[in-house]
């Protein structure tokens, strides 16, 4: 069965203040890894799709990195508009497994 | 472009009856999943319809039940509730082997008093 565990489970950071959340996943066969966030009262917003080890992803202030064994969500000199929850979510190869397992998410809060 | 659409936004329900859910997918996705998210067990997946017809389910009982129109619109419905059905339901749909994934709707509350 597949598995995601997320750290930390909230992070305060102040504004400008760079930081790195964690994703640990196990999975029979990766088909991809993604990264949402979630702001309070709406759905998981997409950020990144992650297929393989080695690879990097950007989009303003966030950078996904992949391992075989993690991705790790890095945020560069975070502003307060970043608070959310990030979510993190993989989908395993195989018939059946097409869905996506999410860990229970790292709640960031950024202070001005 | 319009998104997911979710209706209604809040339900409160008694326990012991049913309630139906509904889902408008982003006009060309026909795969449309619906999400169950808990504070205690986070985001968990319920089902997956493509062309009418259910083709993935989680590990939830037969009290949870979906389908999907011609159309691509889905429905959720869960018969005889229970408290611990209180939850926020999400529905997400795609292009089946896109990049950006699922693109997800705002939810449903659900309260079961």
């Known amino acids: 069965e597949d598995q995601v565990t997320q750290s930390p489970e909230a992070l305060r950071l102040q504004e400008g203040e760079s930081s790195s959340l964690n994703c640990s996943y196990t999975v029979s066969g990766l088909r991809g890894l993604f990264w949402y966030r979630q702001d309070p009262g709406k759905g998981p917003e997409f950020l990144f799709t992650?297929?393989?080890a080695g690879e990097e992803k950007e989009k303003e202030r966030l950078k996904a990195t992949l391992t075989k064994k993690e991705s790790f969500l890095h945020i560069t000199a975070p502003k307060p508009e970043d608070s959310a929850t990030y979510l993190c979510?993989?989908?395993?190869?195989?018939?059946?497994?097409?869905?996506?397992?999410f860990g229970t998410g790292t709640r960031l809060t950024i202070i001005p | 472009k319009a998104g997911v659409t979710q209706t209604p936004r809040y339900l409160i329900k008694t326990r012991g009856q049913q309630v139906t859910l509904s889902c408008s997918p982003i006009?060309?996705?026909?795969?449309v999943s619906w999400y169950q998210q808990t504070p205690g067990q986070g985001l968990q997946f319920l089902f997956e319809y493509f062309s009418e017809t259910q083709r993935n389910k989680g590990n939830f009982p037969g009290r949870f039940s979906g389908r999907q129109f011609s159309n691509s619109r889905s429905e959720m419905n869960v018969s005889t509730l229970e408290l611990g059905d209180s939850a926020l339901y999400l529905c997400a749909s795609r292009i089946i082997g896109a990049d950006y994934g699922y693109t997800f709707g705002s939810g449903t509350r659900l309260t079961v008093v």
């Open positions: 992650l297929y393989s």
């Open positions: 006009s060309g996705h026909r795969s």
């Open positions: 979510a993989v989908m395993g190869s195989g018939f059946g497994n097409e869905k996506l397992t």
